[in-house]
C-alpha cells in the first residue's frame, strides 16, 4: 500500500519501540552458552547495551542523512538561477538573460545549435553569440543581460554594427523563414548547472504584435546605438550594458 511505503520508517520505529523490551525479557530467560555471560541478567544486559548501540548509529545515520537534506535545500534556494526569454523593443529582438536568483551566477557559458547560427543572415550577430561559449561571463543576482538576436520587421534599413546594412525585405525574408526555427541553448553556470532551453523567436510574439517590456522606459533615454543614425553609432553590446545598467538604477530607485 502506498501509506505503508510512505510512513515505513514511522511504523519500523513504533514496532522496535514496543517489541524491544518484549526482546529483553526474552533475552533474560535465554541461556548463554558463552562463559563471560554465564548468568541470564549479564546475557540480559549485554542484549540491551548491543541494541542501545544500533539504536544510537541509526539515529546518529539518520541525523546526519536530515542535515544533508537541510544543506541541499539551503543551496536550492540561495543558488543562482538563470531564466532565458526573448524580448522585442524599437525594432529590436534581443535575447534577455536573467539571473533570478540570490547568488552572482559565475562562469556563464551559452551555445547555440549550430542551425541557428548557421542560417543566420547576419555574420556580426552570428560572431557576438558564438563568443557566448568561448568567453565565461557573470549576472549579478537580479539582474539582466541582453544580446541581439534581430532587428523585428521594418520599412527602412537596418545597420549593424556599423558593418553590415540589410533592407527591410531581407531582415523579412529572413523573419518569415526563421522566426519559428527552434533556438537550442545550451551550457552551464557556477561550474555546477546545466542550460537547456528551446524556443522560438514566433513563440515571444502575440499575434503578430511585439510586446514590449521594461526595457521601453530605458531605451527612451538612451540613443539607439544598435542601428546606425547619421552616421553615428555605438558598438551593440556597449548599448546594451548601458540600458541593462539604466534598468537596474529604475528598479533602485523604485
Not at 46 to 63: D, G
Not at 127 to 139: A, D, H, M, T
Not at 175 to 192: A, N, P
Request: proline content about 2%; overall charge neutral; glycine content about 4%.
Amino acid at each position: 500500500m502506498e501509506w505503508m511505503k510512505k510512513y515505513r520508517l514511522i511504523i519500523v520505529i513504533v514496532a522496535v519501540l514496543l517489541f524491544l523490551p518484549l526482546l529483553i525479557n526474552l533475552c533474560y530467560y535465554w541461556e548463554s552458552n558463552c562463559t563471560a555471560l554465564h548468568s541470564p541478567s549479564a546475557w540480559a544486559t549485554f542484549w540491551a547495551t548491543y541494541l542501545s548501540a544500533i539504536a544510537s548509529f541509526t539515529m546518529i545515520y539518520f541525523t546526519w542523512k536530515t542535515l544533508k537534506e537541510m544543506q541541499r535545500q539551503w543551496n536550492e534556494t540561495n543558488r543562482a538561477r538563470l531564466t532565458f526569454a526573448i524580448v522585442a523593443y524599437d525594432g529590436i529582438f534581443l535575447l534577455k538573460i536573467t539571473n533570478s536568483g540570490i547568488a552572482t551566477a559565475y562562469n556563464i557559458i551559452v551555445k547555440f545549435n549550430n542551425e541557428f547560427i548557421n542560417t543566420h543572415f547576419s555574420n556580426y550577430i552570428k560572431e557576438r553569440l558564438v563568443s557566448l561559449g568561448r568567453k565565461p561571463f557573470c549576472i549579478e543576482a537580479g539582474v539582466s543581460k541582453y544580446y541581439y538576436i534581430s532587428p523585428t520587421y521594418t520599412e527602412g534599413t537596418c545597420t549593424i554594427g556599423g558593418k553590415e546594412t540589410y533592407t527591410g525585405k531581407e531582415i523579412k525574408q529572413w523573419l518569415d523563414e526563421h522566426k519559428s526555427d527552434k533556438i537550442e541553448i545550451t551550457g552551464q553556470y557556477c561550474d555546477l548547472f546545466d542550460i537547456k532551453e528551446e524556443f522560438s523567436i514566433d513563440e515571444f510574439i502575440n499575434g503578430g504584435i511585439v510586446v514590449k517590456d521594461e526595457l521601453t522606459l530605458a531605451v527612451e533615454r538612451i540613443k539607439m546605438g544598435m542601428i546606425v543614425q547619421n552616421n553615428q553609432y555605438a558598438p551593440i553590446q556597449k548599448s546594451l550594458d548601458i540600458i541593462a545598467e539604466s534598468i537596474s538604477k529604475n528598479k533602485i530607485k523604485e
